[in-house]
């Protein structure tokens, strides 16, 4: 099934369900390389609160049309218009301009689902904070990532790109991936850990699709909570607090449900366990 985000007005974020727990989310503008103009990413937004909310994605992946994953920031000059901004001064409109974005990475990061981005192409300045976003990245063989903002005669630093890449890459790669402005191709990427896999063009949706049913396999808060776990070690002051936390995780999963008795109870029986939570 497919359907606009928007309303059927334009067309411009595609919601799919290729299987009844997993949603597609495609970036179609492809005339511009799927860019961040304001057209774009309103829906876009709005397209995974709704998916948060549905208790039936399990897993969500984020892919673009066309040859691009995304390409940024829109250069065009037919940005769209920012909702909500009558009344308000250039300087207050750029403002919100940059908490919508921002709202959208954090979005990302919040969701109750994990996150896989299908790079089917460039992921350039924002596109690459997008990617970065998610909580498992595969890459097409014709991808590659920039942080374009140095290019631009701006810093390289943006929604949370200076905080994100440093933590998948390390700071010395992340350093010199910003300061340069260069293109990391897809094999590199995945030599470096900013993507976990490549593969051809043809398979990168296949592939996903894949994943996400590996995940699903598993139970809910078991999933929701590896994820939260994960993005939390990256503030975490010291490893005792983690370990604190990621202790009460799991003793709220072994002792609230039924899941390990299950999973003990399928080895035994050489069967998929079933997870009732």
Not at 190 to 199: C, D, E, K, W
Request: glycine share 8%.
């Amino acid at each position: 099934m497919t359907s606009d985000a928007d309303g059927g007005t334009e067309g411009f974020v595609l919601v799919d369900r290729p299987r009844p727990d997993v949603a597609v989310v495609t970036l179609n503008r492809t005339e511009r390389m799927n860019s961040m103009a304001f057209d774009v990413m309103v829906p876009f937004r709005d397209a995974l609160r709704q998916l948060g909310d549905d208790n039936d994605v399990r897993v969500v992946i984020l892919t673009g049309a066309g040859r691009a994953f995304c390409s940024g920031a829109d250069q065009s000059g037919e940005r769209g218009r920012m909702p909500n901004i009558d009344g308000l001064t250039g300087v207050t409109v750029a403002l919100r301009a940059m908490e919508l974005l921002d709202d959208i990475i954090v979005t990302l990061r919040r969701l109750h689902q994990p996150v896989i981005a299908a790079v089917n192409g460039p992921a350039i300045g924002g596109g690459l904070c997008l990617a970065l976003a998610c909580d498992v990245r595969v890459a097409a063989e014709s991808a590659f990532f920039r942080a374009a903002g140095i290019n631009n005669g701006l810093t390289a630093s943006e929604l949370g790109l200076s905080y994100l890449l440093p933590r998948a890459v390390g700071t010395s790669r992340a350093a010199e991936i910003m300061l340069t402005g260069r293109d990391v191709d897809a094999v590199e990427a995945a030599s470096i850990g900013l993507v976990s896999r490549v593969v051809p063009d043809d398979q990168l949706l296949d592939s996903c699709l894949e994943t996400a049913a590996d995940i699903t396999r598993w139970s809910r808060p078991g999933v929701e909570l590896t994820k939260r776990t994960l993005q939390d070690s990256l503030d975490a002051a010291s490893l005792e607090q983690h370990m604190h936390a990621e202790g009460a995780g799991q003793l709220l999963v072994r002792l609230m449900t039924q899941n390990f008795e299950e999973a003990v109870a399928a080895r035994k029986e050489k069967r998929e366990p079933k997870f009732l939570d």
